[in-house]
């Protein structure tokens, strides 16, 4: 059985978030004020500091536990911080057309479906429930529960060994040349480039020009 790992933002998922917008930290510092005194620029430079320490320790950190900190609250009152600062910050949060078709199909054919995303637990797993595409998957690894991310090879053999797969039956999907693709083929395993709107600039031309269930499915049966 082939297993199929993809990447989610940029390739099954079309977002725009805004961090930086003075307007984000004004409504974050109102709703969480009773935690805290800063003003929405001391919020924000507090947040980004906290950050640069822990990132210091690990290539990726887990932004619960900056929530946390910025906010002197425990695990609970840090999980609802993170929905607020996520909804605040997202533009806009969408599937690219056929992204359901295809993961209903592949899962009708047999194949395993599995996320290797860098990204925050805290973020993806509410996003993939509110878009309706959670069941699809046998399982999801998130760079902020194993403290490394794509490019580093590292993420994939932990994800491999964690659920059990064979390099040898894996395709990995991404629209992100040097993180998804380059990293899967010096491990051997087969992949697919997507180049979309949120596609870094690459040299390559090896690219399936944005989401195209029935053309994504030939490739993949191809492989």
Known sequence: MKNIFFDLYGTLIDIQTDENHLFFWEKLTKKWK?????????????YLSICLRLEKTKEEIDLLD???????????????????????????????????????????????????????TSFTIPELKKLKIFHYFNDIAISSEYGVKKPNPEFFLQAIKKFNLSISTLIMIGNDYECDILSARKLGIKSIFIQSNLTPQHDSKDYELGFNSERLLKKIEEL
Not at 34 to 46: A, V
Not at 88 to 116: A, C, I, Q, W
């Open 34 to 46: 009773k935690y805290h005194d800063y003003t929405p620029t001391e919020f924000k430079n507090q």
């Open 66 to 120: 900056a929530f946390a900190e910025l906010l002197n609250v425990d695990k609970d009152l840090a999980e609802k911080f993170a929905r607020d600062f996520r909804q605040y910050s997202t533009k806009y949060l969408r599937l690219y057309p056929g992204v359901k078709d295809l993961l209903k199909k592949l899962k009708k054919k047999g194949y395993g479906l599995y996320v290797l995303s860098n990204a925050q």
